[in-house]
Structure formats: structure tokens, C-alpha cells
DNA sequence: TGCACTATGCGATCCTGTTCGCATGACGAG
DNA sequence: CTCGTCATGCGAACAGGATCGCATAGTGCA
């Protein structure tokens, strides 16, 4: 059922090429992941991410909770899984509605509201997340910071046609500003993963990071540039 | 042997102040309390955080692991009191070498060299205050989050008497600035503590945000500020 | 039909942070 | 001396994520 496209990174199935068949073994492991994703999925919206346990996932799945473990390498993969499709579709729904001639500063302006607007549902989205990056060397790991190089990568080519068509400054490190606004979002999410903001605080917290950012991006007339 | 103005944040013993006078067990526990974090140390160091045991420590204390609890509210806050003692020393040499009449820009590298000084020795020092703030409503959430309090002030303090001294722009909101500061510190170490770019690297990567955020801070000549 | 292979599932088990109830022993009050 | 109080310590137990060895059952091949 779910798009053919991308390998859809089940651990056994992802490991390699189907030598044989599609056996129909292979069908049942097929339903049995997604029953899985749509319990955890559940679950976490209902009692939120710690206080779901593995065996309660099984349970509402149809199945003991070590063989979850045939289809997801941890349950930090679980959560990792649904921050992905959502940020792909961040992404999209952001491509889609981007309009390339409008100013670098209103461009980035509406990505961040994307990932706002994404995170902004599930503070655990945030939270494990970020967890996730405090257990280097675990895959879940590796797959949270692929997601960060690709937000940077975004907002990187946003960038880099502001400075094309001069909207920015030209000697303006694009790819370290790409990086700045982006950590700045992360970090600053922090607060609010805590309870010590609310979203709107957060959000308001990050724009006005943002526009101390663009006050040295923008594109102006100066007398020098690296002045100490 | 600790300096006696700080509280010494021990569990129990902040709990209250003492109702009997100094109890012989008073001193059996301090220096349980003393033995525990040096063990905590040492096998943090030779092992990792994740691969200490409570029990090993307990061991290494000469006590079992359960006893550990009757001093600490959990394994991360034995880091957390380390971390902490680690960043008020910072802190404090940061104030001794200030020379508050450097320009600003010079006084925030200081300040950045001396923290990056200090977490660089240890990755786990990073990772895991960066997961303590994923376990929102725990107490070493709060004592994180603290800390990262007062490095925001701190830098807010640096950016105002530059602006006082008109040494930055007199637009410019401090606060936002010192938080997006602090913020791309704490999120670009990420990477490196994943191991994806080295101590040096990960410098960098933090002068080089900081560098384009400064563009926009340094008082200069310029139309008008808020251009779209 | 029999055999090798392998994806899936299960229950037992491990590991480790944390909690619990109880024991010990130091102290002050009567 | 005795009793109540309380900081400390202990071992058992719990909880939950993860691992292990075994069973089941499709599939292809001879």
C-alpha cells in the first residue's frame, strides 16, 4: 500500500535484495510493520512516548514485543519513522507553495512555519528527536542527523539564491548562515520541549533570532565587511 | 572541602536545613557523597557514561547500587553536578581573563573558546546534558536548563555594554542575540558529538555562525534597518 | 516427496535504572 | 538506660528496552 518509491527502510527488508520472491511471508511482514507503525503511532498520541511500552505496542499490534524488534531496530526508530514522512512532507508542502521571485527573508520565514507548524503537534517529536542525537553510534541516530543535513541543505539553496540574485549580501558565508538558522531553530525548541515557552513563545523566539541573523545578510551598502 | 557558600546540592541534604546539629552520620554521608562522585568520574572517564553501571559505581564507592540514591535523584545528575562545577569554573576564569574594553566581537570569542574549552574534553559532558533536556519534568532537566540560563545572561551582558558602548548597533536586540548565540553553540556541537566532525571542526563551525551573526550586530553606517 | 533456506513470531531471559521495606546505628530527651 | 527520631545502607524486587534460542511455515529445488 505504501508507495513503491523508497525502499521504506524496514530492518530485515532493507538489508538486501530480495533474493526470492516475494514470498508470502514477506506480504504478512509487510502488514504486520505497519500494524506495528500505526500502534505506535497511536499509542504515543495517547499517552505520549515514555509511558508507551513496547509490550503495550505488541499488544495492540497483534504480537509479543520482541518481534517487533523483527521489523524496527528500537523504539526510538518507531518515532523516527513518523518525523521522517512528516518532514518529507514539510518539505513538499514548503516546495509547493514556495515562490521562488519572493524575498530570501520571506522565503525562509515560511519554511520555518513548515517545520514550526510540524513539530508544533508533538512536543515528543522535538524531544526524541533530539534524544535520539545523544546516542551516537545508534542508527536512529545517524537517521535524525541525515534529516538535519537536508533541512540545512534546504534552507542552504534558499540561501544561495538570495545571493545569486543579490537579495543577499555577497559575502555573506551562505552555508554557515544555513547552519546558523537551522541550529538556532533546534536549539531554541528546547525550551519549549520543557514547558518553560509555549509554541507561541518558541515560534517568536526563533523569528527574532532569525531576524538578528538577516540584519548581517541582507544586502547593503557598507564601507567594509569584516570589520572587527 | 568544598567551598561552603555554595548550598552542595546533595539530596538530602538540601532538603532541609539540619533540625539536629551535626550528626556523626551527617559526615558518614558527605563522604559517601564525595566517594560516589569520584567514582562516578572515574568510570565516566575510562568507560563512558552509558557503560558505567550504577552498580559498578556503587562498587567502586564501596556501596551498593541502591545506596547511590539516598545522595543523587538519578545516574544523569552525577554528570550534571560534574558538568556544572566544570562550567562555574569556566565561568569564572572567563570573568578573571575579561578585558571589558576589548571590542565585543573579541570578548564573545573568548567567552566561546573557554566553553568550547571546556566540553571539548569530554563528549560525554555534551551528549548527555543534551539528553537530560529530552526528559522534560525530570530534575536534571531543570538543573540543565538553568545553566543554560545563565550562559544566555552572560552573553546578554557582554552584548549590552557593547551596545551601551555603542560598540553594537543600538537596534539590535541583545537578548534575541544572546540566545542565537548560545543556541548554535549547543546545536552545532551535536555533529560533533555524533562523531561527524572533529573538536576543531566543530569550533569552527560555531566562530563561523557567530561570524555572520556579528555582520549583523557591528554598529555601522547603514539607511535603515528593518529593509525586507 | 523430502530437503535446505529463511522471514516471522514467541516466551524466556538479560540488563540496568530505580523503588521499596527493613535494618543499623548515632543522637537527644526524659 | 530507654525510647523516639532520622540519616544511612542493604538486598529484593520492579519495569521496560533489548537479546536469544527455538518453533512455525512459506518457498524453491531435486
Redesign the interface.
Known amino acids: 500500500m505504501t508507495s513503491p518509491t523508497p525502499p521504506e527502510g524496514g530492518a530485515a527488508e532493507r538489508s538486501r535484495r530480495p533474493l526470492r520472491r516475494d514470498d508470502g511471508r514477506l506480504v504478512r511482514g509487510r502488514r504486520s510493520r505497519a500494524r506495528i507503525r500505526a500502534a505506535a503511532g497511536e499509542l504515543f498520541r495517547e499517552v505520549g512516548f515514555d509511558a508507551a511500552t513496547l509490550r503495550a505496542i505488541g499488544a495492540r499490534a497483534g504480537m509479543g514485543a520482541s518481534s517487533i524488534y523483527r521489523h524496527v531496530r528500537s523504539k526510538e526508530e518507531l518515532l523516527v519513522f513518523d518525523l521522517r514522512d512528516r518532514q518529507e512532507e514539510a518539505w513538499q508542502r514548503f516546495r509547493r507553495e514556495d515562490d521562488k521571485r519572493a524575498?530570501t527573508?520571506?522565503r525562509v520565514r515560511k519554511f520555518l512555519e513548515a517545520q514550526h507548524a510540524l513539530l508544533a503537534e508533538d512536543?515528543d517529536l522535538t524531544?526524541?528527536a533530539?534524544?535520539a542525537?545523544?546516542?551516537?553510534?545508534a542508527r536512529v541516530?545517524?537517521q535524525v542527523?541525515a534529516l538535519?543535513d537536508r533541512t540545512i541543505g534546504l534552507l542552504f539553496e534558499v540561501l544561495q539564491q538570495g545571493k545569486m540574485r543579490r537579495d543577499l549580501?555577497r559575502e555573506?558565508?551562505a552555508m554557515?548562515?544555513a547552519?546558523?538558522i537551522?541550529?538556532?531553530t533546534?536549539?531554541?525548541r528546547?525550551?519549549w520541549?520543557?514547558?518553560?515557552v509555549d509554541a507561541e513563545g518558541c515560534r517568536i523566539?526563533i523569528e527574532?533570532?532569525v531576524?538578528?541573523?538577516?540584519?548581517?545578510?541582507?544586502a547593503?551598502?557598507?564601507?567594509t565587511?569584516n570589520?572587527?
Do not use: C, K, Y
Request: charged share 20%; aromatic share 4%.
Open positions: 524575498p527573508r520571506e512536543p524531544t526524541i533530539l534524544r542525537t545523544t546516542h551516537p553510534g541516530a545517524r542527523l538535519h549580501d555573506v558565508d554557515a548562515a547552519r546558523a537551522f541550529h538556532v533546534t536549539s531554541a528546547i525550551p520541549a520543557n514547558g518553560l523566539s527574532s533570532a531576524d538578528v541573523l538577516f540584519r548581517g545578510l541582507l547593503q551598502p557598507r564601507p565587511h570589520g572587527v
